[in-house]
C-alpha cells in the first residue's frame, strides 16, 4: 500500500549552501499562501530551528523548549521521540499563526534524532521486520499529513537545513516538490552540482526500499522530489562591480541547473528556456528586514504603525507584488491550483 490519495503535497525549500535566505524565504512564502485563501502548515526540519523563532517571541520559544514545560507532540522532536526508545509517532501540537497558517515548530534537540535515522536506512533493505525501519524513515512525512489533516490544509511547506546528512535525507522523502533559494556567487554554484545528484541518488534509493516492502503496514510517501526551479535572492538592480559580478555567477546558474538538478545535456537552445527554471528574483529588502523582524511580522504587512512610511511604504507594496507573484508561480508549478483560480 502507497499512500497517494488524501495527502496534502508538501513542498521543500532546499539548498546544501546556507546563507542564501531560504528560512526568511519560507517564513514570507507561508504568510502570502495564507493571504491567498491557502490553508498552509510549515514544518521545521532544520536543527537550528530559526523558522521557530522567525514566528514565535523569546517567552513563547522558552515555553516550548523548556524540559519542565513541554508538551507531548509540541515540537517536531517531541513528535518522532518516543521511536528512538519503543514508542509511535505522537499526535502533532501545531501553533496557529493565523487561521489560515500553522506551524509544526522546531527543537534544537532534533539532531539527535539524527543517528536513528542513519541507522535504519539500511535497515530499509533487509529481510526482517521492516516496520520500524519505516516508520523512523517516514516520522516526518507522518507527523506533516496528520498536522495537514487537523487543520484540512492545502499544503505543506518544509524548511530545512544547508546540509546532505540524515535529517534532510529524511525530510526530502517526504517531498513532493522541491524549490531551490540560491544567491549569484560560486558557492551556490558549487552547491548545485552537489545538490542535484544527491537528490537523484535519494530518489533511486528510496524507491529500492518501497519496493523491497511489497506489502507496507501503513502508508508511505513516493519521495518524488521533484525539482520545481530556482529562486535567485538578494538580487540588487544597480550598476555597480557587485552587479558585474552578480551577474557574472547568474548567469551559469541556468546551465548548471539543468546538468545538476534536471540531469539534462548541455543543449544548443538551452538559452532559450533558461528562464523557465527560474522561479523569481527577489530583492533583498535590506531596510524593511529589522523593522519586520522587530514587528515579527513578513515585510509585505508591515504598515505605519510599525514605521513603514515613505519609502519604506512603497518598499512594503513592492514587496507585496513580489511575494505575491511567486507565491502564485509556487501553487501553479506544484499544480496546487491553475491560473482559473485566481
Avoid at 100 to 106: A, I, Q, V
Avoid at 180 to 206: C, H, K, M, Y
Avoid at 310 to 338: C, E, K, M, Y
Wanted: net charge negative; aromatic share 8%; with cysteine.
Amino acid at each position: 500500500m502507497n499512500a497517494t490519495a488524501q495527502t496534502a503535497p508538501v513542498i521543500t525549500f532546499f539548498n546544501n549552501k546556507g546563507g542564501v535566505g531560504k528560512t526568511s524565504l519560507v517564513f514570507h512564502v507561508a504568510w502570502m499562501l495564507s493571504q491567498m485563501d491557502k490553508t498552509v502548515v510549515v514544518v521545521d526540519l532544520d536543527p537550528q530551528a530559526n523558522l521557530t523563532s522567525a514566528f514565535l517571541d523569546e517567552d513563547e520559544l522558552e515555553n516550548l523548549w523548556e524540559p519542565t514545560s513541554q508538551m507531548p507532540g509540541s515540537t517536531i522532536y517531541q513528535c518522532v521521540k518516543p521511536l528512538t526508545e519503543v514508542g509511535d509517532i505522537l499526535v502533532p501540537k501545531t501553533r496557529t499563526i493565523n487561521p489560515r497558517l500553522h506551524l509544526m515548530p522546531g527543537d534544537l534537540a532534533l539532531a539527535g534524532f539524527e543517528d536513528a535515522l542513519s541507522r535504519e536506512w539500511p535497515e530499509a533493505m533487509g529481510s526482517a521486520s521492516l516496520y520500524r525501519p519505516f516508520r523512523v524513515l517516514t516520522a516526518f512525512w507522518e507527523v506533516a499529513q496528520r498536522a495537514a489533516r487537523l487543520h484540512q490544509a492545502d499544503v505543506i511547506l518544509a524548511d530545512v537545513g544547508p546540509n546532505l546528512g540524515a535529517i534532510n535525507r529524511s525530510a526530502l522523502i517526504a517531498s513532493d516538490h522541491v524549490f531551490i533559494p540560491l544567491a549569484a556567487d560560486l558557492f551556490s554554484l558549487q552547491g548545485l552540482r552537489n545538490l542535484g545528484p544527491t537528490l537523484e541518488t535519494w530518489r533511486r534509493d528510496w524507491r529500492k526500499r518501497l519496493d523491497n516492502w511489497s506489502h507496507p503496514q501503513f502508508p508511505l510517501p513516493i519521495g518524488q522530489m521533484q525539482p520545481q526551479g530556482y529562486i535567485l535572492m538578494q538580487h540588487m538592480e544597480r550598476l555597480s562591480r557587485p552587479m558585474k559580478a552578480y551577474k557574472r555567477w547568474a548567469d551559469r546558474i541556468p546551465q548548471v541547473y539543468r546538468e545538476s538538478v534536471l540531469r539534462e545535456p548541455h543543449q544548443d537552445n538551452d538559452d532559450l528556456f533558461a528562464e523557465d527554471d527560474c522561479v523569481a528574483r527577489l530583492k533583498h529588502f535590506r531596510s524593511l528586514v529589522p523593522m519586520a523582524q522587530e514587528a515579527r511580522k513578513p515585510i509585505f504587512m508591515l504598515n505605519t504603525a510599525d514605521g513603514a512610511i515613505g519609502n519604506h511604504a512603497l518598499a512594503v507594496r513592492d514587496a507585496w507584488n513580489d511575494f505575491r507573484s511567486l507565491a502564485l508561480a509556487v501553487l501553479l508549478r506544484t499544480g496546487i491550483a491553475s491560473a482559473n483560480d485566481f
